[in-house]
């Protein structure tokens, strides 16, 4: 559920969007990366582009959660890879509170405002898929908003506002004003499958591993029946038998594991999980991943 911005948050964004002409898309930046939505692999989010006086041209605020609070603490994930030219709480300068902005190269950015964390520096190169920080609310003083992420593509050919360009997740251009979209974000692209649909009905990726090209690991809970899921996707030799593992460890129980040689995953490993922790994880080839004991609950 999307609560109306009570202040406009955005550098320059006091003015009123209607107010404001959309300059045409950009001439000089070069091929547009595959952007994929900021958030892990397999979750649902709404897109909400037209429901706040803070947008001037294709900005997006995103939220999922049936309650204003909802998304708060949620992982928000490096739409393409890039280098951070600005990891820093914007204070009273802006109404962005914690940012983190990446450069791509070609001359495309994209911004992720209002985080409650950041979780990058400045000077760092993040993979597509690599958690950047959390959902939060953090803004100018006095600038009461609920939790979302606000994100922005512009490039670098001319200035803002007309830098600001149309969002475009998988390929396909955002649906603007409003658009609901499950996250491609999977850490090697090109995998049919998605972990929330190899779970099976009734699950939702609440956290998500990159494996860099070679693919992703998700967990993902059934609020339902309490139970977890973890699938490993390859992002590498997709639909060609190879080496994959994916496992789920239940604070005082016996690890399970699917391990092989597979065509496109390993999993699901589901286990009954509700008020643990859990440990989980996965490979794909050469590249691992282990979570420590977390998501207890």
């Not at 204003?68 to 204070?91: C, F, L, M, Y």
Request: a positive charge; glycine letters at 16%; one cysteine or more.
């Amino acid at each position: 559920m999307k609560i109306r911005h009570l202040v406009a948050a955005g550098v320059g964004l006091l003015l009123a969007a209607a107010s404001v002409a959309v300059a045409p898309a950009a001439q000089a930046a070069g091929p547009r990366p595959n952007f994929q939505l900021p958030f892990p692999c397999g979750q649902a989010w709404n897109g909400d582009n037209d429901n706040s006086s803070a947008h001037r041209a294709y900005e997006i605020d995103f939220n999922r959660g049936g309650s204003p609070g909802a998304d708060k603490g949620d992982t928000v994930s490096a739409a393409a890879a890039g280098k951070v030219i600005t990891s820093a709480h914007q204070g009273s300068v802006n109404g962005y509170g914690n940012l983190v902005v990446l450069d791509h190269g070609g001359g495309w950015r994209t911004y992720y405002a209002h985080l409650d964390v950041r979780s990058v520096g400045v000077g760092a190169q993040v993979r597509q898929g690599q958690k950047i920080g959390t959902v939060g609310n953090t803004s100018r003083p006095g600038n009461n908003i609920t939790p979302h992420l606000h994100y922005e593509v512009r490039t670098t050919d001319t200035s803002y506002p007309g830098n600001i360009q149309p969002a475009y997740f998988n390929g396909a251009r955002f649906g603007y004003p409003n658009q609901t979209l499950t996250s491609r974000n999977c850490g090697g692209g090109g995998n049919p499958y998605d972990a929330a649909e190899v779970c099976g009905a009734g699950y939702s990726v609440i956290d998500t591993a990159s494996l860099g090209a070679a693919g992703s690991v998700a967990l993902a809970f059934n609020a339902g029946n309490g139970n977890n899921c973890v699938v490993t996707l390859k992002g590498t030799s997709i639909g060609t038998a190879s080496a994959v593992s994916a496992y789920l460890e239940v604070q005082g129980e016996a690890r399970a594991t699917d391990s092989g040689s597979f065509d496109y995953y390993a999993g699901p490993v589901r286990k009954a999980a509700a008020g643990k922790c859990v440990k989980w994880g996965g490979s794909v080839g050469s590249a691992v991943y282990n979570s420590p004991f977390e998501h207890c609950g």
